[in-house]
């Protein structure tokens, strides 16, 4: 299915089954195209489904599945994750803390393939993120997260901000 | 979330069959549903529009004024400074934020150290949004010996950077208006007729090729062109998933080379973003990772990792994955 440029016509030139069925050509030829690397729904050759991926949403294991801001709520007892803006991967996810500076993603989707945390400070620090993928028949996939400190003069886990960006892998 | 009409192809038309006006309704319809398809996670003229695509994206080389090559000149044009040992600010231009970056920014980034120095120490980064329009990155360097301790220090290098935000509003379609045939009438040149069909797939067909082939890959630099999960079996580095990676091999303990397929261009600065999976829950450990051209037609990146053990650093090998970034040869 190619795409081909059609003339625009005038009163001389009229417009017949070719220059129709060509027209029909070039947009399967663009829709072809668009399933490549985005979802196009039913139909499509989405490796998500249709059902996790909107129409029009980029499905391509080049591009993150999606990427998440963390603040950590330092308001309560046992502190927690915000999740200040994140996309459809963490829809039907949630996140537990397990201790200070340890907290698990749960993921609503079974293509998990990484994740790349990167440490949010406004100061000169010590501070690392590690990400571990694993995977549970009962929890599915997840991410332990834990967010290092060095402030206390060695490398413990604190509860502390991070910025993550979840890639997913074709099935 | 706006929902689209699915595209349905109409079938070939036979000479001498009749050519009715649903045909040509649903030529025009099919072009407005790839239109609104695109407009999703695209500006109307064809550039990337989505929070998982990052707006900003290049290879910083250290200086007092750093130099920076910022992939895709569309969203380039940002300035950079480095106010302080070891740490680097990435000014968006006031075009690019006001437009593209959200004024009410909401944005994640990545970023690895990407300087010669990583083959002897560990790195870490960090990053801060400092407004809505200024990011900063520092950097921090092993300064004990490997095995010998664990200072850490401020230290000026390369740095590869990736920032996020949040998608602008879908724009306004640049296709022109249709006129629906009903019953009866007959195909003409007005400009809402037969020539907007003709017209209207050609402003789809220009948006899209702005960041994509004609068959539908990206072609946007902001895009990685590889990515790969390299696995620690115990005895040698194997590529267990990946795209755009011709090879994996492990040059000594923790050091990793991945070579591309070819699809980078060898002469230009490349990026990357690595992350390493622990032995353990409980384990740290640090990765970076830096591209370079190593002749016409190969272009590798090798990745250093580091594990913490004992009040001590020494280099380890772990699984790990990495996003790659580069010009399209």
Known sequence: ?171 | MPTFPYVEQTSGIARGAPLGPSTINQLHANIEALDDIARMEHFAAGGHNALEVPWILGHMVDGATPTGYLFDTTFGGATLARPATGAYTVNAVSGVVSSDLNSNLLYSAMANVADSAIEAKPHTITVEAVSATSFKFRVRELSSALGAGDTWADVNRNIDVGIHATAQDADATLISSYALKQRREYLTQAATDWNSIVGNQGIVRKAALVEHTSTGAHSANRIAKAVAWARWTGAAQVLDADEGCASISRLSQGVVEITMDGNFSATTTMACFPEVQPATTSELVIINGRGFASGAGTSTFRFYIYAYSGGNWARADRSFFAAMFGVTA
Request: aromatic share 8%; proline share 5%; hydrophobic share 45%.
């Open chain 1, 1 to 171: 299915m190619s795409y081909l440029k059609l003339p625009k016509t005038t009163q001389d030139h009229a417009v017949g089954f070719q220059s129709v069925n060509q027209a029909i050509d070039n947009n399967a030829a663009l829709l072809a195209a668009f399933d490549l690397r985005h979802s196009i729904g039913v139909g499509g050759n989405s490796p998500y489904g249709a059902p996790t991926r909107a129409v029009g949403r980029h499905d391509d294991i080049l591009i993150a599945r999606t990427v998440v801001d963390f603040a950590v709520d330092t308001s309560r007892a046992d502190p927690a994750l915000q999740v200040i803006t994140g996309g459809s991967l963490l829809v039907g996810g949630f996140v537990d803390r397990i201790a200070a500076g340890e907290w698990i993603l749960h993921l609503a989707t079974a293509q998990l393939f990484a994740a790349v945390a990167l440490m949010k400070s406004t100061a000169s620090v010590d501070r690392k993120a590690t990400c571990y993928r694993t995977s549970s028949p009962s929890t599915g996939p997840a991410i332990y997260i834990t967010t290092w400190d060095r402030s206390g003069g060695s490398w413990a886990p604190d509860d502390l901000p991070f910025s993550l960006v979840l890639w997913t892998q074709s099935p």
